[in-house]
């Protein structure tokens, strides 16, 4: 069903019995056999890099009925039962009537240049596990790794110590060299992480479950 290289396909997801659509998400083969199986649907999210079930925190679940894919095979098409609102702000659908109001701000959003999400927490450490797996003599991260964990230990103590001081420093105008304390504290972290074994996922499990 998914092509090959593809890796997510979008679906659309329509009411059963009122044929209205209800939302777009994505899924992977996984999301899409433990929606065949039943009985709710479920997809891949692409900021956590994970599966979820749709309703898993509100309890407004889709009971899956039926799915179909295109004829170009690269988009599906499934019938579910709501239990309670699809949209995240609490209405049936996620789609509403593109109003001059929306298109406005349809607009403004399209024109926008790209902001990078969460997403690149993900990337990010997905070329910090290849500098580790595969060494390059010409990458700072795979010598990281080579001279070992009291090296990137100090590195973590170097780069705290300077987030510290410049977020501290009282006559700071701008927020750009904190921002770029913060992203090399974060970079040394996931070397830390990627060192240790450890995959995201286990942190935000933690940090969850922490939250619940």
């Not at 659309?12 to 009985?39: C, F, R, V």
């Not at 898993?56 to 095979?73: A, H, P, R």
């Not at 789609?95 to 926008?112: A, T």
């Not at 001081?165 to 913060?182: A, H, P, Q, S, Y």
Request: proline letters at 3%; aromatic letters at 8%.
């Amino acid at each position: 069903m998914i092509k090959q290289n593809q890796e997510l396909i979008p679906a659309i997801i329509q009411d059963h019995s009122s044929q209205k659509i209800l939302m777009l998400g994505y899924m992977n083969i996984e999301a899409i056999n433990k929606t065949i199986e039943g009985p709710n649907v479920w997809f891949y999210s692409r900021s956590r890099k994970s599966l979820w079930e749709k309703g898993e925190t509100s309890g407004n679940y889709l009971k899956f009925i039926s799915m179909q894919v295109d004829c170009d095979q690269d988009t599906l098409l499934i019938q579910a039962k709501p239990i309670g609102p699809t949209c995240h702000t609490g209405e049936i659908s996620c789609f509403k009537d593109l109003e001059k109001s929306n298109q406005k701000n349809l607009e403004n959003n399209l024109k926008k240049p790209y902001q990078p999400k969460s997403e690149i927490i993900y990337e990010l450490f997905k070329v910090i596990k290849d500098r580790q797996v595969n060494p390059n003599n010409n990458s700072y991260t795979s010598k990281l790794f080579e001279e070992g964990s009291e090296k990137i230990s100090k590195k973590i103590i170097e780069e705290s110590s300077e987030t510290i001081i410049e977020f501290l420093d009282t006559g700071r105008k701008t927020n750009e060299l904190l921002v770029n304390e913060i992203s090399d504290l974060l970079f040394h972290l996931l070397v830390l992480i990627q060192s240790a074994n450890i995959e995201l996922d286990e942190i935000f499990e933690e940090l969850s479950n922490r939250r619940k």
